[in-house]
């Protein structure tokens, strides 16, 4: 989202969201210490001007501090704990509009510590060589009405320099991409474990663009389901069986069963051509050569890898095939049908003609790590559908700046290993991006409300009770909106059911002691036709 952007980009640098809650409530006793702590008797009005000069000041955490030099809070330590609570959950609503569920725009504050790199830097440098989506006067604006903080204080103009441990904060209005409105399905819920069957287009927790429309947040706005461990992640745009971990304890249980690879995955997908009969595996090692899009690749300095496929019906056109990953690499079964020729109908990565004619199959592509994220860019942004590949602005920056980008210090972000995240931290620090196509209109309506003044607040249903409309045009948000946002100026097409659902579902997951599964999806089902 183009007015979200203004820190949003900065904020992939995790931040526990325990964090926000304890930096809250330490940075008001720290106000509340500073006048008697930053106190001294040189600082008295009866003193000499002459004993006050050459001598330091002390701040508020008792550093002492030369004459016009800002005092920084240290670092707040850091909680694994994972803490969404209905005060994040009542930030906004749902509402549901022609088989969507769609979130109400608010505002919402993004927050980051200062990089290395940013260290001495103006806030008016940073800004323009990393956060260009929006413009220098966009980001002036934003200062003067106070939305921009350095430390819990508003920034007075874009020419303060940034300090090491500087906490930096951006109120932004926040509008989200729709998502299905299937409901959430428990499976399984015994007071340790929580399943859930997940439905495609749903993100498993906050990341980019998506904050409320994700499964962490479902399920505490409309079930009162909170403080879960996720215990494995399913792609956005894939469907299935979903674990979490009530406690800590089952959470560390659960994690060494992945590690160890006691746990038994089954998924079912379908794909594009006749698959051949019989057993198959495929064992070509996977690297992961971006991590802002989860872009990977067969490479012979991947991480080993074993997928073993079973075509399990093949209608004249497409075929669905039953998939057992033995590793658990990231996106291994997308890739390793892409390597066989046969991708997943809908994979808007894998089955890009970006690859090259032969979009990718056994592992031909001409193209460098940093060009093929271009001419994924390129494709999906001449067909409009760029928020299929969840990409950050500066990404799409990288796409058309690489070279001034290599040499700004962040091509080093293009690079990854193959090692999944397996971090258990759930963050509230998230890039929130989104890019204008010309398939978007003017949007006239929605309230203009002042974040500084007016809470949110929208008349719509957030307790899982669906009000669909029945016409699929487009409608304005339901919500607020802002002066300063360009999302709200737009009306966007909603998306079609390619952009949202990917033939590929986790049917079974399977430990020692335990089994969960779901039953096959309609487009698994042998009698299933494929919609014009």
């Not at 994979?347 to 994924?376: C, F, H, M, T």
């Not at 307790?463 to 909106?481: C, F, H, I, V």
Request: glycine share 8%; aromatic share 6%.
């Amino acid at each position: 989202m183009h007015s979200s952007s203004a820190m949003e980009q900065a904020a992939v640098v995790p931040e526990p969201p325990a964090e926000v809650n304890s930096a809250l409530s330490e940075e008001k006793t720290a106000e509340k210490e500073a006048p008697e702590t930053g106190k001294r008797k040189s600082e008295e009005p009866h003193e000499a001007e002459g004993k006050e000069r050459g001598k330091r000041r002390r701040g508020g955490g008792g550093k002492n501090l030369r004459r016009g030099e800002r005092y920084i809070p240290p670092p707040q330590k850091r909680n694994p704990g994972v803490s969404f609570s209905q005060e994040h959950f009542d930030e906004t609503s749902y509402y549901f509009e022609g088989g969507l569920r769609k979130v109400c725009p608010y505002f919402f504050d993004f927050k980051t510590y200062c990089k290395g790199r940013w260290i001495g830097k103006t806030l008016l440098e940073v800004f323009k060589s990393e956060f260009r989506t929006e413009s220098i006067e966009y980001y002036e604006k934003a200062v003067k009405e106070g939305r921009i903080r350095l430390n819990e204080t508003p920034v007075e103009d874009l020419s303060v320099v940034l300090r090491n441990n500087d906490l930096m904060k951006n109120t932004v209005h926040r509008h989200e991409p729709p998502v299905v409105c299937t409901p959430l399905e428990i499976l399984a819920d015994d007071g340790e474990v929580l399943v859930v069957n997940k439905p495609a287009s749903i993100p498993v927790h906050p990341c980019g663009r998506f904050r409320h429309n994700t499964v962490i947040f479902i399920l505490g706005k409309e079930r009162g389901i909170s403080e879960l461990h996720t215990v494995h992640r399913l792609d956005r745009l894939t469907s299935g069986v979903l674990l979490f971990a009530r406690t800590l304890e089952t959470s560390k249980k659960l994690d060494q069963l992945v590690r160890d690879r006691q746990l038994e995955k089954e998924y079912v997908c379908r794909v594009e051509g006749e698959f051949p009969e019989g057993e198959l595996i495929c064992e070509e090692p996977i690297l992961v050569v971006s991590f802002k899009i989860g872009l990977c690749r067969v490479d012979p300095k991947g991480k080993e890898c074993r997928t073993v496929f079973q075509r399990l019906s093949f209608n004249g056109k497409t075929s669905v095939v039953r998939c057992l990953p033995l590793t658990g690499r990231t996106h291994q079964i997308r890739v390793h049908l892409q390597y066989l020729g046969f991708p997943i109908i809908n994979d808007p990565i894998y089955g890009s003609s970006a690859w090259g004619p032969q979009r990718g199959k056994g592992g031909l592509v001409e193209k460098s790590n940093e060009e093929l994220l271009q001419a994924l860019v390129e494709e999906h942004r001449s067909q409009e559908s760029l928020q299929m590949l969840d990409i950050p602005d500066d990404v799409i920056v990288i796409g058309k700046e690489l070279e001034e980008v290599k040499a700004s210090g962040k091509a080093d972000e293009l690079e990854g290993t193959s090692e999944p995240n397996t971090s258990k931290e759930i963050n509230h620090t998230q890039t929130d991006t989104q890019v204008p196509t010309s398939s978007e209109m003017v949007n006239p309506g929605c309230t203009d409300i002042n974040p500084k003044s007016t809470p949110l607040t929208s008349p719509t249903n957030s307790n899982g009770s669906q009000t669909e409309a029945t016409d699929s045009t487009p409608k304005t948000p339901l919500g607020t909106r802002d002066h300063l946002c360009r999302e709200c100026k737009l009306v966007r097409l909603d998306p079609t059911e390619k952009e949202l659902v990917m033939y590929l579902h986790a049917l079974r997951y399977k430990g020692p002691d335990f089994e969960y599964s779901t039953s096959l999806p309609d487009w698994a089902k042998e009698d299933w036709v494929e919609a014009d």
